[in-house]
């Protein structure tokens, strides 16, 4: 973008005094040369594991980041952010972690990959994943396909937890 040189004379050009010749400014724009790409966009193509921001391991119940200086990680069953390996760990309590361990076990077995519900033989973290690049998918983002999942065994614990409270009524 070219600033006219009339504007800038009228803004700033002092009575009586003589500046240097002034010159037209020219702004370029260009892209961050650190700029990444969309993290879960190249997730989806990477088909070497990505390390991303947590211990391989902790992926299993949190989701991550790709950028590995970001600190934020979130709970897969209860999506409670945390900023360190303490949060994590201190969310122990929480108990969503059975909770997930209990519903990873019904899903296992259906053998669809759960990043993109394609039939596969292949495991990790106690889940069917077709290909490296659904881990990958897996460990920065929460996928559709177990969203669902995610949804249904909610419902089901509410009902059942309504059925007992029900239940405790009558007796
Ligand atoms: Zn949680
Ligand atoms: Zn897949």
């Known amino acids: 973008m070219a ?45 070497t594991p990505m390390q991303g921001n947590l211990p391989n391991d902790e992926y299993r119940f949190f989701v991550g980041k790709y950028e590995k200086t970001w ?24 108990k969503c972690k059975e909770k997930l361990t209990r519903l990873y076990a019904r899903i296992l077995p259906n053998k669809r990959c759960v990043a993109c519900n394609a039939v596969t033989t292949r495991e990790y973290w106690g889940l069917p994943f077709c ?26 614990l509410e009902a059942e937890r309504l059925f007992r409270e029900a239940n405790a009524k009558v007796d």
Request: aromatic share 12%; proline share 8%.
């Open 3 to 47: 600033v006219p040189v009339a504007l800038i004379r009228q803004l700033c050009y002092p009575s009586g005094y003589r500046l240097p010749k002034l010159t037209r400014l020219e702004y370029k724009w260009k892209p961050a040369e650190a700029a990444k790409p969309y993290s879960v966009a190249l997730a989806r193509v990477n088909p």
């Open 131 to 156: 290909s490296v690049v659904c881990e990958n998918t897996w460990r920065f983002t929460e996928p559709p396909v177990f969203r669902s999942y995610l949804d249904r065994e909610k419902k089901q």
């Open 71 to 94: 600190m934020a990680s979130t709970c897969r069953w209860c999506g409670s952010l945390f900023h360190n390996v303490d949060g994590r760990k201190r969310h122990k309590d929480a």
